[in-house]
């Protein structure tokens, strides 16, 4: 199967540009999740792909076959949106039958169907109609038909939307499932980084029509290149705090704190930053701990004022300065609303992101 690249790739509505010289490779195989905010243009990409969508400038390769001037019909994409695009008339099986990319006989037909049938366990549902099935099993039914079509290319708009969570989380398996039973090139769109995270090969992060970030789940977690892609991912969100270098030394308004210039800061240092620090990279003083927190880091104090455990997880939230700021941490370590806290962050757990950059 190709890889897919979109080289210099633009899209404008009325005038509005909404791609802007776009950028993205599909590696041979790959399962990619294509990140971004409502509105960044995700859809806008597939369809490009696809050939739904004609593109103002740039070109669209399938491995060395440029497709950009191809119609829809000679891509061999399938394409499987949040809405299931079963017909409603015909039962699952016949939906099944017609979505074959090319002739092919009924012998193979009926062993693609089967096939499909059986990663994605839906051979009981094969003569009911559409409206006899629940929303877990409409998707299934619709990733099915992908898998019949045999495409080399296959993009999945939003695939998890509006299911309830423990459906979600059965199709995120049957997802990766069918994607290893017969891999294909995948774009995966999605608004939700934990989604991405889970699912990815790589993500790529798209703002405002541009590629700003494609990497390893890992690697966007841990080394976002800027605040979009930090903001991205992560649950709770990174907290974002203002930060200003000058003369080696560092202030934190947000935190009524200071501290000294350490070799992790940026080297290019002076001036206006935003930090992002994760909710789990702090560390908070057991008061009942006589080990004094590590030096090497941020510190600051702030008052609790919020104490709620989630999955084994204590979810703090603390005031200082009228900014509020979240914290992680393991729920032996005891903090009630009210209390005054020493609080610390290493230094490698601080990402600088230059102001306006
Ligand atoms: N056919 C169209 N005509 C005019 N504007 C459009 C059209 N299709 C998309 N747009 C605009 O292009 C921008 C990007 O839309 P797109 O659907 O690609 O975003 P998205 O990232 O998929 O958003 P969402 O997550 O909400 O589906 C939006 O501002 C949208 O209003």
Redesign the pocket.
Known sequence: MPAIYLDHVSKS??G?A?LRDLNLEVRDGEYLVLL??????????LRAIAGLEPINGGRVRFGHVDVTDLPARKRNVSMVFQHDGLYPHLSIRDNLSIARNRKIDSRELQSRIEQAATILEIKPLLDRLPSQLSGGELRRAAMAKSIVRQADVRLLD?PLSALDATVRHQFQHDLLRCHHSQPASTIH?T?DGNEAMRMADRIAV?DQGEIVQVDTPHNIYHHPCCVSVAKSIGSPPINLLDASLKDNQVKLSDLDCSASRTESWPNDCSGDFVVGIRPEAFRVRDTSSKTPIPVGGLRFSARCCWVAEFSGVMHLEFETNGKRITVLTSPEISVRPGELQDIEVPWQNVHWFPKNA
């Open positions: 509505f009325h509005k909404v971004g905010e409502s509105g960044s243009g995700k859809t806008t990409t939003e769109v608004h798209i």
